[in-house]
């Protein structure tokens, strides 16, 4: 079940009203569950106990590393969490990956292998919950949190429809206390929520899905060598359909969550407008770059063991953050040049120390970071090597004899929609959203609802699916 169907919309509406009901709260959180299992079931039920192996084994390890004494039983234990939670990541997602790889290093050395037809389905979400589950004994293992103090609790964190299969990534501490006292949204509550579903849906529908997407498709997917103007289009409505896409599924994400009352951390903070890559990985996708942070980049050795370390470790979390995007040899490309781009910086900023930019530098660097993201889009977006290496060169005027792809409506479309996003981006870049809403009257708020809704609802859509479900 995806957010922009109406199947999710009267589902949404029977939850809401089911949370309502003056029930005991442990009645209401196992309903929750409940429905939470249903909207997973939507898409696959046999999937549903992968969810559940997860939960399972991660509360009883968790268990078992306080009831433990000494150091060894205490790492059985993570490492039992660990290896079954990577495991099944491994398997679903890396599986045929891995063997395909397997088969042409064993080609290299004159070993001809020709695996069996390996057609695994990917579980949808399953990047997102098993980071989130590891997350919790993890944060046991290390003595940063106690475990949850009730199974119920524990399962509503891990199966919580918003956030269950496409983020925010959550952490136990964040949403498990939630848990434990009786929550409903006040009226003040509901209407923010539901107005952040309407933008999240907005960004979704209408600016990635309708205006956005074609461009993006014809350039990459369209198997013709783009020209320079093609090839800067293509790349940057798929900037802005990324954007829109995934930032539509966390805003909406956390609305949802607003309206059955209780809070979700942000995940976007108007990226585009980052100065430098360390800001744009402040702003983009917070709660992964966050995790990865907490539990690859410091145990890694982090800044604290000299600056070859540091980059090691910069550059490790980054390669392994790309393959985490997708088992393709591009999104780990993706991952290095945000690598590289991070120790570029650091050793530029070291140099210029001294250095303050002026309003108009500090702009002209933002831009040079949005132009230098737009390059690793490419390999994001691209299927293989061969686009991205062709998209690249009609990006740099090497594809001298190219035909036109974008017809001019799409240009025009592009022109409009990506110096308005960005140009919002720089407006909010150190504001927040309840503080800009603060300041508009509120019958342009309402007209602009309305608006919204209105082209939500025209959009000529098929309830497509959220670009990151594939990840």
Request: proline residues 5%; contains cysteine; aromatic residues 18%.
């Given at each position: 079940?995806?957010?922009?169907?109406?199947?999710?919309?009267?589902?949404?509406?029977?939850?809401?009203?089911?949370?309502?009901?003056?029930?005991?709260?442990?009645?209401?959180k196992?309903?929750?569950?409940?429905?939470?299992?249903?909207?997973?079931?939507a898409?696959?039920?046999?999937?549903?106990?992968?969810?559940?192996?997860?939960?399972?084994?991660?509360?009883?390890?968790?268990?078992?590393?306080?009831r433990?004494?000494r150091?060894?039983?205490?790492?059985?234990w993570?490492?039992?969490?660990?290896?079954?939670?990577?495991?099944?990541?491994?398997?679903?997602?890396?599986g045929?990956f891995?063997?395909?790889?397997?088969?042409?290093?064993?080609?290299?050395f004159?070993?001809?292998?020709?695996?069996?037809?390996?057609?695994?389905v990917?579980?949808?979400?399953?990047?997102?919950?098993?980071?989130?589950?590891?997350?919790?004994?993890?944060?046991?293992?290390?003595?940063?949190?106690?475990?949850?103090?009730?199974?119920l609790?524990?399962?509503?964190?891990?199966?919580?429809?918003?956030?269950?299969?496409?983020?925010?990534?959550?952490?136990?501490?964040?949403?498990?206390?939630?848990?434990?006292?009786?929550?409903?949204?006040?009226?003040?509550?509901?209407?923010?929520?539901?107005?952040?579903?309407?933008?999240?849906?907005?960004?979704?529908?209408?600016?990635?899905?309708t205006?956005?997407?074609?461009?993006?498709?014809?350039?990459?997917?369209?198997?013709?060598?783009?020209?320079?103007?093609?090839?800067w289009?293509?790349?940057?409505?798929?900037?802005?359909?990324?954007?829109?896409?995934?930032?539509?599924?966390?805003?909406?994400?956390?609305?949802?969550?607003?309206?059955?009352?209780f809070?979700?951390?942000?995940?976007?903070?108007?990226?585009?407008?980052?100065?430098?890559?360390?800001?744009f990985?402040?702003?983009?996708?917070?709660?992964?770059?966050?995790?990865?942070?907490?539990?690859?980049?410091?145990?890694?050795?982090?800044?604290?063991?000299?600056?070859?370390?540091?980059?090691?470790?910069?550059?490790?979390?980054?390669?392994?953050?790309?393959?985490?995007?997708?088992?393709?040899?591009?999104?780990?490309?993706w991952?290095?040049?945000?690598?590289?781009?991070?120790?570029?910086?650091?050793?530029?900023r070291?140099f210029?120390?001294?250095?303050?930019?002026?309003?108009?530098?500090?702009?002209?660097l933002?831009?040079?970071?949005?132009?230098?993201?737009?390059?690793?889009?490419?390999?994001?977006?691209?299927?293989?090597?061969t686009i991205?290496?062709?998209?690249?060169r009609?990006?740099?005027?090497?594809?001298a004899?190219?035909?036109?792809?974008?017809?001019?409506?799409?240009?025009?479309?592009?022109?409009?929609?990506?110096p308005?996003?960005?140009?919002?981006h720089?407006?909010?870049?150190?504001?927040?959203?309840?503080?800009?809403?603060?300041?508009?009257?509120?019958?342009?708020?309402?007209?602009a609802?309305?608006?919204m809704?209105?082209?939500?609802?025209?959009s000529?859509?098929?309830?497509?699916?959220?670009?990151?479900f594939?990840?």
């Amino acid at each position: 079940m995806v957010f922009n169907t109406l199947t999710f919309a009267a589902f949404f509406l029977i939850v809401v009203l089911v949370h309502s009901l003056p029930l005991p709260w442990k009645q209401r959180k196992i309903n929750l569950l409940i429905f939470s299992y249903v909207f997973y079931a939507a898409w696959n039920p046999p999937f549903i106990l992968l969810l559940w192996i997860s939960t399972v084994v991660d509360w009883y390890a968790a268990q078992g590393l306080v009831r433990a004494e000494r150091q060894s039983a205490r790492r059985a234990w993570m490492l039992l969490s660990v290896i079954a939670n990577l495991g099944m990541l491994l398997y679903f997602k890396y599986g045929t990956f891995l063997l395909h790889n397997f088969a042409a290093l064993a080609g290299a050395f004159g070993v001809h292998y020709s695996p069996p037809p390996f057609d695994i389905v990917l579980p949808v979400g399953i990047s997102f919950y098993t980071f989130a589950t590891m997350s919790y004994t993890l944060d046991v293992y290390l003595r940063r949190a106690l475990p949850a103090r009730n199974f119920l609790d524990y399962a509503l964190f891990v199966t919580f429809f918003p956030h269950l299969v496409a983020g925010p990534i959550m952490r136990p501490t964040e949403l498990v206390p939630q848990f434990e006292t009786p929550r409903r949204a006040t009226m003040q509550q509901l209407c923010f929520g539901l107005g952040l579903m309407t933008v999240g849906l907005f960004n979704k529908v209408v600016l990635a899905d309708t205006f956005l997407s074609n461009a993006a498709e014809r350039v990459f997917d369209g198997g013709k060598a783009p020209g320079f103007l093609d090839g800067w289009f293509g790349t940057l409505a798929f900037s802005g359909q990324i954007f829109c896409d995934f930032a539509g599924y966390s805003t909406t994400a956390i609305g949802a969550a607003l309206c059955l009352g209780f809070c979700m951390p942000d995940n976007f903070r108007f990226p585009y407008a980052a100065v430098g890559f360390s800001d744009f990985w402040r702003r983009w996708h917070i709660t992964l770059s966050s995790w990865l942070r907490d539990y690859l980049y410091i145990p890694l050795g982090g800044n604290r063991h000299g600056p070859l370390r540091l980059n090691l470790a910069l550059m490790g979390t980054m390669l392994l953050g790309g393959l985490w995007h997708g088992a393709n040899w591009t999104f780990v490309v993706w991952g290095g040049l945000h690598g590289t781009y991070l120790i570029a910086e650091r050793r530029i900023r070291a140099f210029f120390s001294g250095y303050r930019p002026g309003p108009f530098a500090l702009f002209g660097l933002g831009l040079l970071t949005y132009a230098l993201v737009n390059l690793t889009w490419v390999f994001f977006r691209a299927k293989d090597f061969t686009i991205a290496w062709q998209v690249l060169r009609g990006m740099v005027g090497m594809n001298a004899a190219a035909k036109p792809i974008l017809a001019t409506v799409y240009i025009a479309v592009v022109a409009t929609i990506i110096p308005l996003l960005v140009a919002i981006h720089w407006y909010m870049r150190n504001r927040t959203l309840e503080s800009a809403l603060a300041r508009v009257p509120p019958l342009v708020i309402g007209v602009a609802w309305g608006l919204m809704i209105f082209l939500i609802v025209i959009s000529q859509g098929a309830g497509n699916a959220f670009i990151y479900f594939q990840f």
